[in-house]
């Protein structure tokens, strides 16, 4: 019986473009560090990141927007007495998380953190503003599938700087997939990468011996 060869049809650099979509989904967060984020001073003396005075202004009346009609009840309390009540906290919270995660797309460093905050905040800014329009559903949850996509794809290792953490540390948590063992490109995986190669054949700690004999 014969059987003919098929052509498998394959996508055409599927890394770059989901590297192109990191940065655009990364530049869109990144905004936040020239809208949102400032310098606030712990104590008077330690100067740290976080929300601008308008920006802890702003949020309170946003959230109390969202939060008037929202028809999922546990949210809705949620938002009425926690974020509310310590509106400036979340402020401070919700700045350095959009920045954290628009410049980690964006350069792509440490791309799993910056995925998994975004992810955290697409969740809750999602279940706020659901119940306004169904252009607030859909966006909210394009944005948390690709979150996803870019955390167990790694994406910042094509066009981004984890890909110089691969090579100079693919031990590194913050450079290796989750939940695998992965291969290099000699073959090896993680674990082996350090143990010298044996021939095929050769018991471990078994001694060798060369025997040299004078040329004519």
């Known amino acids: 019986m ?3 060869s098929r052509t498998v049809a394959s996508m055409s650099h ?16 990144a905004k936040s560090f ?5 310098i606030v001073m ?7 990141p976080g929300a601008t005075e308008r920006w802890i202004t702003t949020m ?3 959230v109390s927007k969202q939060a008037a009609d929202n028809p999922i009840l546990f949210y ?14 979340f402020a401070h919270l919700t700045a350095v998380g959009e920045t954290v995660t628009g410049l980690g797309l964006t350069l792509g460093l440490f791309t799993g953190i910056a995925s998994i905050t975004g992810l955290i905040l697409v969740i809750n800014y999602g279940l706020a503003t659901q119940w306004m329009s169904q252009g607030q559903q859909g966006f909210h949850i394009v944005l948390f599938a690709l979150m996803i996509a870019f955390f167990f794809a790694r994406a910042g290792r094509t066009w981004g700087l984890d890909g110089r953490l691969w090579t100079a540390r693919p031990d590194s948590i913050f450079a ?6 992965e291969r290099r ?21 078994a001694l060798h011996f060369t025997t040299d004999r004078p040329t004519v």
């Open 2 to 4: 014969a059987y003919s």
């Open 60 to 62: 309170p009346k946003i």
């Open 176 to 181: 290796r997939r989750p939940f695998r063992k």
């Open 76 to 89: 809705k309390h949620f938002l009425e007495t926690t974020v509310l009540t310590h509106s400036e906290t």
């Open 34 to 38: 020239v809208t949102k984020l400032g």
């Open 185 to 205: 490109s000699d073959g090896q995986t993680e674990s082996a990468r350090s143990e010298p190669m044996k021939s095929p054949g050769e018991v471990p700690g």
């Open 14 to 29: 599927p890394d770059r473009w989901l590297a192109f979509v990191r940065i655009i989904v990364g530049l869109y967060f």
């Open 42 to 48: 712990v104590g008077g003396v330690l100067p740290l």
